[in-house]
Nanobody
């Protein structure tokens, strides 16, 4: 059974930094594309960053470019989000997403599917 677990959230002052971690575990075929989304109270979940399965491609929302950096461990479904110069608008629950190919009951590959973590709270105080 696939599990996606985030960690590293917390309370930080405006201008401060936090580093989030995400680990996707369980039976999969190869490394996954991974990303982070966030959801503030009363808003829809929004895209933040993503990294390709091999780390060669990274993608950022305009609102975090130059402040956030996504990385991953080679050949592992482990990703990190370094968040610098956090602002109050960064207060949200941050969710890790992993696009994984998992085996079906006969061991064959299934289509890529989204798996989500439970979320980790990031609160930025002014």
């Amino acid at each position: 059974q696939v599990q996606v677990v985030e960690s590293g959230g917390g309370l930080v002052q405006s201008g401060g930094s936090l580093r989030l971690s995400c680990v996707a575990s369980g039976p999969t075929f190869g490394p996954a594309a991974m990303g982070w989304f966030r959801q503030a109270p009363g808003t829809e979940r929004e895209f933040v960053v993503a990294v390709s399965w091999n780390g060669a491609g990274t993608y950022y929302a305009d609102s975090v470019k130059g402040r956030f950096t996504v990385s991953r461990e080679s050949h592992k479904n482990t990703a990190y989000l370094q968040m610098n110069n956090l602002q109050t608008e960064g207060t949200a629950v941050y969710y890790c997403n992993a696009v994984l190919i998992t085996p079906n009951e006969t061991g064959r590959r299934t289509v890529p599917s989204d798996y989500w973590g439970q979320g980790t709270q990031v609160t930025v105080s002014s």
